[in-house]
Nanobody, 115 residues
Framework: QVQLVESGGGLVQPGGTLRLSCVASGNIFKFNRMGWYRQAPGKERELVASITTGGTITYANSVKGRFIISRDNAKNTVYLQMNSLKSEDTDVYYC?????????WGQGTQVTVSS
C-alpha cells in the first residue's frame, strides 16, 4: 500500500506564487516517477509536471518557464514551485507516483488564482 499526502494549496492572486509538496510512504519501488496532475470540473485530469528518480523532467507546455518540479529521493517527496500564476491555473492538483503498472494518487489540493 502506498499513501500520498499533499500540502501547499490555497488562494493566491494572479502573478503570485505557491509551492506544493507531496510525501509518499509505504511500499515504494526504488525507481519511480512522481508528478503533479490537475483537473477542473468536467474535464480530464492532465499532466502538469513529472520527474523520475533519476531526474528526468517533463512539463506541460502551459506551465513551462513558470513552474519548477523537484524531488528529494531520500524523503520520497516531490515539490512543485508555481510562479507567475494565472487564473487558468485554478484547479485541483493531484500528486501521483507510479512505476510499471502501479499508479497511486493523492487526495488532491485546491489551487485558486483570483484577485
Amino acid at each position: 500500500q502506498v499513501q500520498l499526502v499533499e500540502s501547499g494549496g490555497g488562494l493566491v492572486q494572479p502573478g503570485g506564487t505557491l509551492r506544493l509538496s507531496c510525501v509518499a510512504s509505504g511500499n515504494i519501488f526504488k525507481f519511480n516517477r512522481m508528478g503533479w496532475y490537475r483537473q477542473a470540473p468536467g474535464k480530464e485530469r492532465e499532466l502538469v509536471a513529472s520527474i523520475t528518480t533519476g531526474g528526468t523532467i517533463t512539463y506541460a507546455n502551459s506551465v513551462k518557464g513558470r513552474f519548477i518540479i523537484s524531488r528529494d529521493n531520500a524523503k520520497n517527496t516531490v515539490y512543485l514551485q508555481m510562479n507567475s500564476l494565472k487564473s487558468e491555473d485554478t484547479d485541483v492538483y493531484y500528486c501521483n507516483i507510479h512505476w510499471d503498472s502501479y499508479y497511486y494518487w493523492g487526495q488532491g489540493t485546491q489551487v485558486t488564482v483570483s484577485s
